[in-house]
């Protein structure tokens, strides 16, 4: 699928029109700042402007709406990238060529731009029962975070191993934190997010450039940032001794995380291979974990590997029995030698390629995943093609693999014990 870029006020816009889809997608992106300061009142925000508007200020009435746009889906979503928030407003619709209403888009778009523009603030603050109940949600929505375990540990582990970084930060924030925030704070930062933010728009359907155009300048909105974020961490950080702790806890498994160092980011010449290496070292059924750990020597009921190339980690977590600890961490470090001496199996590295390939083919089965495609290329200042990701991962030898092994590096072990 090929996009045009055009700009609206200074903002870019990227259209592809195809119609390989029966829905309408649009994405509104603002890129701010993320930070320990700002995540909880960011997560608590972005929660409210998901609850209601000025004009459909109640939930009902916002469900209404949607269902009178012949089932339409809305949502605002937030995630963090290093130190840069990613925050969108998503509409998508069935596509107006499909239905006898010639009006839905007219309506749609307004519907969006109340999402964004208008949202339920009076004299200066939110809602206050609104505000509340939302808080009360978020509250719970952190606390239950104890009650996953797997979700639990990984978070733990990472606290440990980068206690005075960004990549410690939670994107739901901390209960401490919200307990500060008032109504009053949350305009404030909406106000500056809406001021001050990097913006991008994204459409994805059967829609003609000119359509688009009309409905987007009624937005009345202007840039606010040049695009100077940090997206991806440079940081390095040398591991001289390997932190490791255990937790006590009333659990059916014990769960093991261990943290890596990497030296490799979404801008590293190595990115895809890394993904390879990473599908090829813990990354599934056919992983080389899974095979020795699992299946081989029964020490684990799963474990899993996954780069997370924003705060260039990998994390190793397993679900065990605490009996089989010492066997598990010093296996995962064995089977990590090997790759880096070069021992390596050419069948799957040619697997892994296949199977990342196909997940790279699937991106323009699904719009938001095209979406989110084009936003890294945005946010990258690239022009990527699925075709240019395919081919590096293709490229992908075993001499890569190796050299990726070697920028790798064990920095924590957490274990959260049944005993």
Same mark, same amino acid.
């Given at each position: 699928?090929?996009?045009?870029?055009?700009?609206?006020?200074?903002?870019?816009?990227?259209? +592809?029109?195809?119609?390989? =889809?029966?829905?309408?997608?649009?994405?509104?992106? =603002?890129?701010?700042?993320?930070?320990?300061?700002?995540?909880?009142?960011?997560?608590?925000?972005?929660?409210?402007?998901?609850?209601? +508007?000025?004009?459909?200020?109640?939930?009902? @009435?916002?469900?209404?709406?949607?269902?009178?746009?012949?089932?339409?889906?809305?949502?605002?979503?937030?995630?963090?990238?290093?130190? +840069?928030?990613?925050?969108?407003?998503?509409?998508?619709?069935?596509?107006?060529?499909?239905?006898?209403?010639?009006?839905?888009?007219?309506?749609?778009?307004?519907?969006?731009?109340?999402?964004?523009?208008?949202?339920?603030?009076?004299?200066?603050?939110?809602?206050?029962?609104?505000?509340?109940?939302?808080?009360?949600?978020?509250?719970?929505?952190?606390?239950?975070?104890?009650?996953?375990?797997?979700?639990?540990?990984?978070?733990?582990?990472?606290?440990?191993?980068?206690?005075?970084?960004?990549?410690?930060?939670?994107?739901?924030?901390?209960?401490?934190?919200?307990?500060?925030?008032?109504?009053?704070?949350?305009?404030?930062?909406?106000?500056?997010?809406?001021?001050?933010?990097?913006?991008?728009?994204?459409?994805?359907?059967?829609?003609?450039?000119?359509?688009?155009?009309?409905?987007?300048?009624?937005?009345?909105?202007?840039?606010?940032?040049?695009?100077?974020?940090?997206?991806?961490?440079?940081?390095?950080?040398?591991?001289?001794?390997?932190?490791?702790?255990?937790?006590?806890?009333?659990?059916?498994?014990?769960?093991?995380?261990?943290?890596?160092?990497?030296?490799?980011?979404?801008?590293?010449?190595?990115?895809?291979?890394?993904?390879? =290496?990473?599908?090829?070292?813990?990354?599934?059924?056919?992983?080389?974990?899974?095979?020795?750990?699992?299946?081989?020597?029964?020490?684990?009921?799963?474990?899993?590997?996954?780069?997370?190339?924003?705060?260039?980690?990998?994390?190793?977590?397993?679900?065990?029995?605490?009996?089989?600890?010492?066997?598990?961490?010093?296996?995962?470090?064995?089977?990590? @030698?090997? /790759?880096?001496?070069?021992?390596?199996?050419?069948?799957?590295?040619?697997?892994?390629? +296949?199977?990342?390939?196909?997940?790279?083919?699937?991106?323009?089965?699904?719009?938001?995943?095209?979406?989110?495609?084009?936003?890294?290329? /945005?946010?990258?200042?690239?022009?990527?093609?699925?075709?240019?990701?395919?081919?590096?991962?293709?490229?992908?030898?075993?001499?890569?693999?190796? @050299?990726?092994?070697?920028?790798?590096?064990?920095?924590?072990?957490?274990?959260?014990?049944?005993?």
């Amino acid at each position: 699928m090929e996009s045009q870029k055009f700009f609206i006020n200074d903002i870019p816009v990227f259209l +592809t029109k195809t119609d390989k =889809f029966k829905t309408i997608n649009i994405q509104f992106v =603002f890129l701010y700042d993320f930070s320990k300061e700002l995540a909880t009142k960011l997560s608590l925000l972005i929660r409210l402007l998901n609850s209601s +508007t000025k004009l459909y200020n109640t939930k009902k @009435k916002l469900v209404n709406k949607l269902y009178d746009l012949y089932d339409a889906s809305i949502g605002v979503s937030f995630s963090p990238s290093y130190k +840069t928030s990613i925050i969108s407003f998503e509409l998508e619709i069935v596509n107006e060529k499909n239905i006898s209403d010639k009006s839905l888009y007219d309506e749609s778009f307004a519907f969006l731009k109340e999402i964004i523009l208008n949202p339920n603030i009076i004299d200066n603050h939110f809602s206050e029962k609104e505000f509340l109940e939302e808080k009360r949600k978020l509250k719970e929505a952190i606390l239950k975070i104890y009650n996953n375990k797997n979700r639990y540990a990984i978070r733990k582990m990472i606290k440990l191993m980068c206690a005075d970084e960004v990549a410690s930060v939670s994107f739901l924030g901390e209960i401490d934190d919200l307990e500060k925030i008032t109504s009053y704070d949350l305009v404030s930062l909406y106000n500056d997010l809406m001021h001050n933010s990097n913006i991008s728009i994204y459409v994805v359907g059967d829609i003609e450039k000119t359509n688009i155009e009309k409905h987007l300048k009624s937005f009345n909105l202007f840039q606010g940032r040049e695009l100077v974020f940090e997206f991806d961490s440079e940081e390095k950080h040398p591991v001289n001794k390997i932190k490791e702790e255990k937790e006590i806890q009333s659990l059916n498994q014990s769960i093991l995380c261990m943290g890596f160092r990497t030296d490799f980011n979404a801008n590293h010449p190595l990115f895809y291979s890394s993904l390879v =290496f990473c599908e090829m070292f813990g990354g599934g059924y056919t992983s080389d974990l899974f095979r020795i750990v699992r299946e081989e020597n029964s020490f684990a009921y799963n474990i899993v590997a996954q780069m997370i190339s924003d705060i260039k980690l990998m994390i190793v977590d397993a679900g065990i029995d605490s009996k089989n600890y010492d066997n598990v961490k010093k296996m995962v470090v064995e089977v990590l @030698k090997e /790759y880096q001496k070069g021992n390596i199996d050419s069948d799957l590295l040619e697997v892994s390629k +296949t199977s990342l390939i196909n997940e790279t083919l699937e991106i323009e089965d699904e719009p938001k995943a095209y979406i989110s495609f084009m936003l890294k290329n /945005y946010i990258l200042k690239k022009y990527i093609t699925i075709n240019d990701i395919i081919e590096s991962i293709n490229k992908t030898t075993i001499e890569d693999i190796t @050299k990726i092994s070697q920028g790798i590096y064990l920095d924590t072990i957490f274990l959260l014990s049944n005993e």
